[in-house]
């Protein structure tokens, strides 16, 4: 029996297939999202796409510094709460915290931050890095911004990715969730481009096999986020993304 792992890119692809039938996938009995976000409504296309992944699809949390998950949502969990990244694994202590370093209550969104026997001892010959992320007693700065909801989390984006538009805050992985949900987007990865005013604007790279109209996604985001998350910059391509992220 197998347990698959895999980055949402890698999936999507595998959803989008076409016909599996052909192929024998008896022996897979679970289906593990990780290393980026992924939508509620991707996973509902993926339970649709693999029959295998509907009483069996879970997703999880984590990053490199802390050597393992931080956070796992089973597959109840994602039925209670679509896009939950569910509660903390055994052995992982975790808070939200604002910017002055106080741990606010459920709902309310900060920095990430986690305390395990799991978390690397520090940057390799870097005590500078290692200071700036673990304090002294032992908890990770994870720089990812989130929030807890009756206990599970909620990922809103990796620091390093936030795009400050006129002073409001964006998150790429929220318009991340909601691109895919347009019928004709593949995938898609949205970031920050430089303006003189406004300091950042929202672009959005889209990936479909079919010609698509700027102000046909524009009304479509605008109806599901707020004005000044939708993208003013589009670029089309029927080329996957590159299935991996750059290091942070």
């Not at 339970?47 to 597959?75: H, K, M, Q, W």
Request: charged share 20%; glycine share 8%.
């Amino acid at each position: 029996m197998t347990n698959w792992g895999a980055v949402p890119t890698m999936a999507n692809r595998l959803s989008e297939h076409g016909d599996l039938s052909a192929y024998d996938l008896s022996s897979l009995t679970a289906f593990s999202l990780a290393s980026a976000p992924s939508s509620p409504a991707f996973q509902k296309r993926l339970r649709d796409g693999l029959p295998f992944a509907t009483n069996a699809l879970v997703d999880s949390y984590g990053l490199t510094e802390s050597c393992t998950a931080i956070s796992v949502a089973t597959t109840p969990d994602l039925a209670a709460d679509p896009g939950t990244l569910g509660y903390p694994i055994v052995g992982v202590q975790l808070e939200i915290r604002d910017t002055l370093g106080n741990v606010v209550p459920d709902g309310v969104e900060g920095e990430i931050c986690v305390r395990s026997a799991y978390t690397m001892l520090g940057y390799w010959n870097d005590p500078s890095a290692t200071a700036a992320s673990i304090d002294e007693d032992r908890w990770l700065r994870t720089g990812d911004i989130g929030e807890l909801r009756n206990g599970r989390v909620r990922l809103s984006s990796r620091r390093s990715d936030l795009i400050i538009r006129g002073g409001e805050n964006v998150y790429p992985a929220e318009v991340e969730g909601v691109l895919p949900e347009h019928p004709s987007v593949r995938e898609c990865i949205v970031l920050g481009v430089p303006h003189d005013d406004l300091g950042q604007e929202v672009a959005a790279v889209i990936v479909s096999d079919e010609p698509l109209d700027a102000a046909e996604l524009c009304a479509f985001a605008g109806e599901r986020l707020g004005h000044f998350k939708v993208p003013t910059h589009w670029r089309f391509t029927d080329r996957p993304l590159p299935a991996t992220r750059p290091a942070r």
